[in-house]
């Protein structure tokens, strides 16, 4: 509490200067931190105000044996509070508070890989919305006979990227095949990757002369006006070469922005890889999506079994897993990265 407080008020001088506003872009992220901070000071100290009152109450129960369900029900609430503020504990990474964007890739496995790319979005949709984060499809393609081939996904909320960075890896999935006339079990891989959303990229160039814009008539999903016109937006970085596409947008400025966050996120990882290895605590090495490099499993058949390979958490709550209920997965992730 202390380190927040001192945060705080050196924010508060900040945003009192006269010019702050001057750069917008810069204002808009530290004014979002600063309000994070300060929604967490205000749950800790809240908190600990409970814990005085109860303390108070304790004492008062010597003389009166009438107060101790009382205590029981407040400490009981009090622990369920305090254990939601520890997890918070665990997004101590630098860019945990910010937004996330998701991508996710078909890997081995042909149309079962495809359709399990799809599961797994919508997963991540049930996920969002159980978490009230706002979840948005900036880009996607469409598989051959089924599911996706890949899609890409931004995902808005308190510390969006802190819950979802554990989905890094690849993701492999044992079943009987609905596209298997001999009902045979199959095996199919995703890869699943997480960047944080970044607002302002410090000591980074990002000028408009190292950017190739290139429009094209968009292939996705969003009706006959976008399949008619030409929104769909490709942004290439000229001196790093990466390459990005979004479409979902009818309007092609709204598909250009989308395309230069997913573009920011993904300079971010670049140049820093090329300073430190310190990325993999942010993005994760990159793996491709086959046997032996899978970092959660879920088994269907013949049995039910979801495990992660990194935490060893496992549970048989397949359905639930796939419904979205993935909090235990990310905090066994969490947790074991903290030991580390």
Not at 81 to 109: P, R
Not at 281 to 306: H, T
């Amino acid at each position: 509490m202390d380190g927040l407080k001192q945060q705080l008020l050196s924010w508060d001088k900040e945003i009192a200067r006269p010019d702050f506003w001057l750069e917008s872009v810069k204002a808009k992220a530290l004014t979002k931190d600063y309000d994070n901070a300060k929604t967490e000071f205000n749950q800790w100290h809240d908190l600990k105000k409970e814990l005085d009152e109860l303390l108070e109450l304790v004492k008062l129960a010597k003389q009166d044996e009438a107060l101790l369900e009382e205590i029981r029900l407040k400490l009981e609430k009090l622990e369920n509070n305090f254990k939601q503020l520890e997890f918070l504990v665990l997004f101590a990474g630098q860019y945990d508070k910010n937004n996330a964007i998701l991508s996710i890739h078909a890997g081995t496995g042909g149309v079962d890989a495809q359709d399990w790319a799809q599961m797994l979005l919508r997963m991540y949709l049930r996920f969002c919305e159980r978490h009230n984060f706002s979840a948005k499809i900036i880009d996607e393609v469409a598989g051959s006979e089924a599911g996706l081939k890949n899609v890409v996904l931004e995902v808005a909320g308190r510390y969006a990227y802190g819950w979802l960075k554990s989905e890094n890896g690849v993701h492999r999935l044992v079943r009987i095949s609905p596209f298997d006339a001999e009902k045979m079990r199959h095996t199919s891989f995703a890869l699943v990757e997480v960047l944080p959303e970044i607002e302002e990229i410090k000591e980074i160039p990002l000028r408009d002369d190292d950017l190739k814009v290139e429009v094209m008539r968009s292939s996705g999903h969003g009706g006959q006006s976008v399949n008619t016109t030409d929104s769909a937006v490709r942004l290439t970085h000229l001196p790093s070469g990466l390459s990005v596409k979004c479409q979902n947008e009818r309007s092609q400025l709204q598909n250009k922005n989308n395309a230069l966050k997913l573009l920011k996120a993904k300079l971010l990882k670049y140049y820093t890889e090329q300073e430190s290895d310190k990325l993999k605590e942010i993005k994760g090495e990159y793996l491709r999506a086959q046997w032996g490099n899978q970092a959660r499993s879920y088994v269907l058949q013949p049995y039910k079994l979801v495990k992660d390979h990194r935490s060893t958490y496992e549970t048989a709550d397949v359905d639930g897993v796939l419904a979205g209920k993935i909090n235990e997965l990310v905090e066994s992730y969490l947790r074991q990265k903290i030991k580390k």
